[in-house]
Structure formats: C-alpha cells, structure tokens
C-alpha cells in the first residue's frame, strides 16, 4: 500500500495528495485524477511547476476548469 500525503504548500485547489511518485488531482472522471511519474525527482519538477507554481497552465487544471464551468 502507498503512502499518501497532502502538502500544504501546494496552491491549485484540484490538488489532493501525493505519494512518491504520484499526484492525485481532483477527478476528471471518478474521484482522482492521478498522475504517475518515472522518479520522485520528475514529480517534485512537476510540482513546482504546477501544483505550486502556476497552475493555470496544468493540463489537468485546464480540464478540471472547464468541466467546472459546464
């Protein structure tokens, strides 16, 4: 079993938690949206792009923003 955690740094509001390796994001379809990466260094470039940085620009958010807007 994984261990998942949130972090509380983190500005997009689809975020959910996170595991080594995996961001869970609010669901497109079902409960979460999850992103798998190749390595922990990958996911926390990610992150700092995105999940903390803008992130207006994530695709996930894109969708999750016009899904909203539906």
Do not use: Q
Request: proline share 3%; net charge negative; hydrophobic share 25%.
């Amino acid at each position: 079993m994984k261990a998942y955690k949130e972090d509380s740094y983190v500005s997009c509001p689809y975020y959910r938690k996170e595991s080594d390796i995996e961001v869970k994001c609010e669901g497109i379809v079902g409960t979460h949206t999850v992103s798998v990466f190749r390595s922990k260094k990958d996911k926390e470039e990610h992150k700092y792009d995105f999940c903390c940085g803008c992130f207006k620009a994530c695709p996930i958010s894109i969708e999750l923003e016009m899904k909203d807007e539906d």
